[in-house]
């Protein structure tokens, strides 16, 4: 209803009530004493009446209860101008001055004072209908985020600056209810001060600020209190300080200065006035016990009433008066759903001395229940002074109201009293427990104290002139900065009305009471608690049950106003004075702990950059509907995340392990289901993740790990191509893991351990041949048409996830802008270390293959290199020994000897972590692991390490034979584990690398000591360590054919697949590009003719298993890095290649430092942690192989040699050759055609025969002495093979 019309309605239906009106009086004491009698008779009634009104528009909100409340509140101010002027026009001053009943002049002087009464009617119309208007607009205020969704202030709005912990929600939550609230205020305002103004001046007062002034009956009322808060001012500074260092810890340097105000959104009240609802954000000690029973309340079964009935026990056992029955039956104690009211608590007198109410819209909580105590106290005031004359009826002044509720507070907030009443468990005592509940307590009290000050500061600066309309907005956030060091979040200007949008600047209702109260609550505190026999801290006080404190607040509560407030503070305490020395007593601890904070953090006091405020948040406020900027909330969302995901992925670890320890259809079935309920939960959680706006967010894991949730990887894509995708997957491991090559229909190979075997000791080229082509023609060419569909349906998921391609997605785990050029440039710095041992292998095999299959200026053929891959070259390390009369590191026949098995192998790698102070393997490790290829079953032999995300269950699969290069894979892979144990308490998310690298090059870097001879020797797999110039040539040549040969081949495969990812290499060009990338990186060629029907990128595990690649060149060039630091950290000397760290503690924690990291901070950090720099660098590693280098730089010289392959498309003859190859001289020999000429040279060619039986004799030997080797080599790849 618009407010003209309500006018209209209410011009002339405001004459009083003929029952109402005062009778006619004699100039007398006898008469004045018959008028203050009928007058408080007749003002009970009216008062009533009017009181009944404002209840019920309070209590339901709307125009027609509105209208109802103006009216009675125009009957009102008509009866206290009737009654006043009459008073005025019978009793003069004069007449009074012979009273001899100074009670019957301070009466009648009370009623001459008409206030807005005093106004001509249609003035007074217009002031009620402001009050009404400006009542409305503030209890009707809704901010709307969204068209379907709008926020009250209650409970809303307050449960967000409460609780959250996002700056842009608190920021839009803030600034939505200051413009809602405030802003339509501010026409109205400056017409209400000056009809407040214009009657108060009719009442001899100089303005409405003076008449408020005068309640307090001080000449010296401002200077006291500027005198009580320069006493205070120290404490406050110092709480200031230490909270907004707390809040720069949480919300960093661009939205706190150290130097400068606070920004008035971040302190857990819409108005900034108490801050205990950002405890969480500064507990003391928060090992020690903190003061919330609400959980406790809500356990036992707490609701309105009973918090009510428990806080008039309280009364009650002080001897005080219980609640009377209608208090029960009338008051508003929980929030209607069925129409909208003021929640605002508040307690009602209706002045008839037997109707007392409370309206509070309560809720189960502990601050709740200490401001049910609050309101009860302004019950049991009106109670103990229901006698007195109706002018009488208040507190001696109108802080003495607020404070009697909170003294008693004083006393429930006490852990004593709470563990009395049954909320509180265990009652702990000690300094750091009571310097948490301080602190808690003087974020309500202390910080309130210049808000309470500053309002009415502001208000009597209004009501004076000193502060025109137009510099409302401007003067009172002067004062904010001023005694609170707050300032706005935003910029506000005169547009904008801040101070209206708190209740009791539209509701009227003078401020200065709750300063007072704060002083005097504390003085009432500390006589109080003396008359209880209180002994101890006054902060330990509780008054329960002493009704000898009962009986001081009982004659304090009686007298009412009857009596100066100074007189009543007299008699209760001994002084007349207000006084803060006892609130300062009541803080002392926490006063003192907080200056020693902020001593030891070098804290300002106060705020010298006074005009300082924060930025204007990116993207606000448009994404705040859309997005979650609540820090808190995303901490709770990711712990609910993190146990579930754990449930979730043990249970998928599980169904994974079964199928690769038995391969069959029912354990693949079981493996794709639980996958599809894991990439659900990703899902659903990922995309939930997707809601969080992390911008503002300080604690970096929290960023991190949202960032890494909401890329839900092959989870974002729809169920149907889901499902097609995990068995595209499943299918192409399928097949490799049991594709077999068949020399005849009865004998069929397969890859582990037959077609390795061939390819690391044959040393027959067609063998190698059949066992190179077979391979491919197997596995390959039937994977090509499958990978071709999910090359499009990874794509579609990186795509979904907001990446340019699978192949963006996969290098961006690197989190280095800059991956690509960075590789590039470390592959550069390793090239001619490649060549120079390309070079220098491609002799060795041109002396034993010869010009035919071998060109000195060409690529090596692919399958002479003793490895299905061509990727790590050590099985041919009898073709190209430097010395070959020298040392050389193999110890499998010791290991064989000594009765070495699988077990003993992981024990003894077991004890060089352990030796290093690093964790021993758990009890289920060694009871679920599988160590060695069963017999009855197809199982995936491919070694790996596997971590179950329970904390507990850690397992390696692997085939596991004796001998040397197995023991290495062993602490490889334990490698893996260790890193598992070190890292499993880290969030799920962060169980992982630093980054993909990480992971291969701990357990490489173990390796690295392991191989060494000195090593070997101290475990007793090595009779003696011999050290000169051709050991430590072959001893580097060996591990370079591993490390140096892998490069290339590490680094091409991904460059494929990104390529194919990206488009560049189309599915026609599969074959004829993976064969250009391998020519030109590896100096590699085809040993036979390949087509496009063939797919020999498939031929290669990691391919149709979906693993990136890149981790292992990663790996190969920063195990070099972390070999360095940590032989520097167990305080090595010498050559890099013969550092063992094995028994160094301090090696050991250096690692365990940064496994313990796991994925949770940018591996450049990780880096730095443990090599001192933040970069992948090959230094240690050219280091490491400087003698190699050296010397096959010299040989190749020596011999002539061309680094590279110039004759790049040179391919070797697929003409048929004899079965065995053997050196060139005797093969000559051997082709010698015998004619009937020879024949009279028999004796020669006897000669001839004894030779070549000779020689025939040497080579059998030789090969059955390599054939003992060579069957005892490994069949079980590390990792990466």
């Given at each position: ?119 001509p009617q249609t003035e007074r119309e217009r002031y009620n209908t402001i009050l009404s208007q400006m009542d409305n607009i503030y209890s009707t205020a809704k901010l709307c985020p969204k068209e379907e969704e709008c926020w009250n202030l209650e409970p809303e709005l307050k449960e967000i600056l409460a609780n959250s912990r996002s700056y842009k929600r608190l920021l839009y939550a803030w600034e939505g209810w200051h413009n809602v609230s405030g802003k339509p205020l501010k026409n109205l305002y400056p017409e209400f001060v000056e009809l407040s103004n214009k009657a108060s001046t009719m009442d001899g007062f100089e303005d409405t600020g003076a008449y408020w002034r005068s309640w307090y ?1065």
């Amino acid at each position: 209803m618009h407010w003209a019309v309500l006018l209209l309605a209410l011009i002339g239906a405001s004459a009083l009530n003929p029952e109402w009106q005062p009778g006619t009086y004699e100039s007398s004491e006898a008469g004045a004493e018959r008028f203050v009698s009928d007058y408080n008779t007749t003002a009970e009634q009216v008062f009533y009446f009017s009181t009944e009104a404002s209840w019920t528009y309070n209590t339901n909100l709307t125009d027609y209860n509105s209208q109802q409340q103006v009216q009675a509140s125009l009957e009102e101010q008509a009866f206290i101008e009737a009654w006043g002027q009459k008073a005025k026009e019978t009793f003069s001053d004069t007449l009074m001055d012979t009273f001899t009943n100074q009670e019957l002049k301070t009466l009648i002087k009370k009623i001459n004072v008409l206030g807005p009464a005093n106004l001509p009617q249609t003035e007074r119309e217009r002031y009620n209908t402001i009050l009404s208007q400006m009542d409305n607009i503030y209890s009707t205020a809704k901010l709307c985020p969204k068209e379907e969704e709008c926020w009250n202030l209650e409970p809303e709005l307050k449960e967000i600056l409460a609780n959250s912990r996002s700056y842009k929600r608190l920021l839009y939550a803030w600034e939505g209810w200051h413009n809602v609230s405030g802003k339509p205020l501010k026409n109205l305002y400056p017409e209400f001060v000056e009809l407040s103004n214009k009657a108060s001046t009719m009442d001899g007062f100089e303005d409405t600020g003076a008449y408020w002034r005068s309640w307090y009956e001080t000449p010296t009322f401002e200077q006291d209190l500027e005198t009580l808060y320069k006493q205070l001012q120290p404490l406050y500074l110092n709480l200031h300080a230490f909270v907004r260092r707390k809040l720069y810890d949480f919300y960093g340097p661009k939205y706190i200065n150290l130097n400068g105000p606070i920004p008035a959104h971040l302190l857990g009240n819409m108005w900034s006035q108490t801050w205990n609802n950002i405890y969480d954000m500064m507990i003391p000690f928060p090992d020690k016990p903190n003061v919330d029973v609400t959980s406790n309340m809500v356990a036992q079964g707490y609701n309105a009433t009973h918090m009510f009935r428990v806080a008039e026990e309280f009364f009650t056992s002080l001897g005080l008066r219980e609640m009377p029955q209608k208090f029960w039956d009338k008051s508003m104690l929980e929030k209607p759903d069925d129409r909208e009211v003021v929640c605002h608590a508040s307690a009602w007198d209706f002045y008839n001395r037997e109707d007392f109410r409370i309206k509070q819209c309560t809720i189960a909580t502990m601050e709740q229940l200490f401001t049910v105590h609050h309101e009860m106290g302004h019950v049991e005031y009106y109670l103990q002074y229901q006698d007195q004359p109706v002018s009488f009826r208040r507190g001696a002044n109108p802080g003495f109201h607020e404070a009697i509720g909170d003294v008693l507070s004083l006393s429930v907030s006490t852990p004593k009293h709470l563990h009395t009443i049954g909320l509180l468990d265990t009652l702990t005592d000690d300094n750091e427990t009571d310097i948490n509940y301080l602190l808690k307590m003087a974020l309500e009290k202390i910080a309130f104290l210049p808000f309470g000050y500053l309002i009415d500061q502001w208000r009597w600066g209004v009501f004076s002139g000193y502060t025109p309309p137009e510099r409302y907005n401007a003067e009172w956030w002067y004062l904010r900065t001023k005694y609170q060091g707050i300032c706005p979040p935003v910029r506000r200007t005169e547009e904008f009305f801040d101070p209206g949008a708190k209740y009791h600047i539209p509701g009227n209702t003078p401020y200065i009471r709750y300063f007072v109260s704060f002083i005097l609550q504390f003085q009432f505190h500390q006589k109080l608690c003396q008359e209880a026999g209180h002994t101890g801290p006054l902060h330990k006080c509780d008054i329960y049950r002493s009704t000898q404190a009962g009986a001081v607040l009982e004659k304090v509560l009686r007298a009412g106003s009857s009596r100066p407030w100074t007189e009543v503070l007299q008699d209760a305490l001994g002084t007349n004075k207000m006084d803060a020395s006892p609130l300062m007593e009541y803080f002392q601890p926490v006063t003192a702990w907080l200056e020693e904070q902020n001593r030891l953090t070098g804290e300002t006091l106060g705020w010298p950059d006074f005009d300082w405020m924060p930025p204007v948040p990116e993207g606000y406020p448009e994404d705040v509907a859309d997005k979650i900027t609540d820090e808190t909330q995303a901490k709770d969302f990711l712990a609910d995340y993190n146990s579930t995901a754990e449930i979730v992925w043990n249970a998928y670890t599980e169904a994974s392990w079964a199928y690769n320890t038995d391969i069959n259809e029912e354990n693949k079935q079981m493996m794709l289901e639980k996958n599809l309920e894991m990439a659900n939960h990703t899902k659903i959680y990922g995309m939930e993740s997707r809601k969080y706006d992390t911008t503002d967010f300080q604690d970096p894991s929290v960023k991190r790990i949202l960032k890494k949730l909401s890329d839900l990887e092959r989870a974002v894509l729809p169920d149907a191509e889901l499902k097609e995708y995990n068995n595209l997957l499943a299918s192409m491991e399928t097949t490799y893991s049991v594709a077999k090559v068949c020399r005849d229909e009865n004998t069929c190979l397969p890859l582990d351990p037959d077609l390795n075997k061939i390819m690391a000791e044959s040393r027959d080229y067609d063998e190698l041949l059949f066992a190179w082509q077979g391979w491919r023609n197997a596995s390959g060419r039937e994977l090509r048409q499958s990978y071709e569909r999910y090359v499009e349906l990874a794509n579609l998921a990186a795509r979904s996830n907001g990446h340019a391609d699978n192949g963006a997605f996969w290098r961006s785990l690197y989190e280095t802008s800059t991956f690509e050029e960075d590789l590039e440039a470390l592959w550069k710095d390793l090239q001619p270390l490649y060549l120079n041992l390309h070079t220098y292998v491609r002799r060795a095999l041109f002396k034993k293959y010869g010009a035919k299959r071998i060109n000195l200026k060409g690529p090596i053929p692919a399958h002479l290199l003793g490895n299905m891959w061509a990727q790590t070259w050590s099985s041919i390390m009898d073709l190209v020994m430097p010395y070959p009369d020298a040392a050389q590191i193999d110890v499998t026949q010791a290991m064989i000897a000594n009765g070495w098995n699988a077990r003993r192998m992981f024990n003894e790698s077991e004890r060089f972590f352990t030796s290093l102070g690093l964790m021993a393997m758990p009890d289920e490790f060694w009871q679920k692991s599988m160590l060695e290829k069963p017999t009855d079953r197809e199982v995936v032999c491919h070694a790996s390490a596997w971590d179950f995300y329970n904390r507990k269950d850690f397992r390696i699969k692997q085939c596991t034979v004796v001998n040397m290069d197995d023991l290495i894979t062993v602490h490889h892979e334990m490698g893996h584990v260790q890193y598992f144990l070190q890292y499993k308490e880290q969030p799920i998310s962060f169980r992982d690398g630093a980054n993909p690298g990480f992971h291969e090059a701990i357990g490489d870097v173990l390796a690295l000591s392991v191989s060494t001879p000195k090593h070997l020797h101290s475990i007793g797999l090595l009779d003696k360590v011999e050290d000169n110039q051709e050991s430590t040539i072959n001893f580097l040549m060996s591990i370079a054919l591993d490390k140096i040969a892998f490069l290339p081949f590490g680094y091409l495969m991904d460059q494929w697949r990104w390529k194919v990812f990206d488009g560049r290499i189309p599915s026609s060009e599969y074959s004829k590009e993976w064969w250009n990338l391998r020519l030109k990186y590896q100096g590699l060629c085809p040993p036979v003719t390949r087509t496009e029907e063939d797919f020999d990128p498939g031929a290669k595990f990691h391919i149709p298993a979906n693993v990136p690649y890149i981790r292992y060149f990663v790996s190969f060039v920063i195990q070099f890095q972390f070999h360095k630091a940590l032989c520097e950290a167990a305080g090595h000397t010498g050559p890099l290649h013969n550092c063992d760290i094995y028994e160094s503690k301090e090696a050991g924690k250096l690692l365990g430092d940064v496994m313990k990291l796991g994925y949770s901070k940018p591996w450049p950090e990780a880096m730095a942690m443990i090599t001192g720099q933040p970069e992948m660098s090959v230094q240690p590693l050219m280091e490491y192989f400087q003698p190699l280098i050296t010397w096959l730089e010299q040989e190749n010289q020596n011999n002539g040699d061309i680094l590279g392959w110039p004759e790049y498309s040179w391919t070797p003859s697929t003409a048929d050759s004899a079965a065995v190859v053997v050196e060139d001289s005797s093969v000559d020999f051997l082709g010698l055609n015998v004619d009937q000429a020879a024949a009279t040279a028999g004796q020669w060619v006897l000669l001839v025969l004894g030779i070549v039986l000779l020689l025939a004799t040497i080579f059998l030997a030789y090969k059955y002495r390599k054939s003992r080797h060579l069957q005892n080599k490994s069949i079980s790849q590390v990792e990466l093979k």
